[in-house]
């Protein structure tokens, strides 16, 4: 049988990513990374398991989908951490 991993607890509400120094900025596209790879492994993992037992789905087309999109996600949001980070570090007043 298929388990969902435990829930989380809902993230605190985050300052607008406007209002982040660059500091809090690259934790939170840290956070956001990790979380993103997170699901991404479950995803996987259910869709090896699936294909392990001969089934396949609608929903495994869609999953698979998602995967492509997600990882350019985690690709976009490492760079924002990166240019963030060059960002403040050359700032004058770092």
Same mark, same amino acid.
């Given at each position: 049988?298929?388990?969902?991993?435990?829930?989380?607890? !809902? %993230?605190?509400? +985050?300052?607008?990513?406007?209002?982040?120094?660059? &500091?809090?900025?690259?934790?939170?596209?840290?956070?956001?990374?990790?979380?993103?790879?997170? &699901?991404?492994? &479950?995803?996987?993992?259910?869709?090896? +398991?699936?294909?392990?037992?001969?089934?396949? !789905?609608? !929903?495994?087309?869609?999953?698979?989908? &998602?995967?492509?999109?997600?990882?350019?996600?985690?690709?976009?949001?490492?760079?924002? +951490?990166?240019? !963030?980070?060059?960002?403040?570090?050359?700032? %004058?007043?770092?």
């Amino acid at each position: 049988m298929h388990h969902l991993p435990p829930v989380q607890p !809902t %993230p605190p509400a +985050r300052k607008p990513l406007a209002e982040m120094t660059p &500091f809090e900025l690259c934790v939170w596209f840290d956070m956001q990374i990790v979380e993103l790879d997170t &699901f991404c492994h &479950f995803v996987q993992g259910d869709l090896l +398991r699936r294909m392990q037992r001969g089934q396949r !789905t609608a !929903t495994d087309d869609r999953y698979e989908q &998602f995967l492509a999109q997600a990882a350019d996600l985690q690709a976009g949001l490492e760079e924002l +951490r990166q240019a !963030t980070e060059q960002a403040a570090l050359e700032e %004058p007043n770092a």
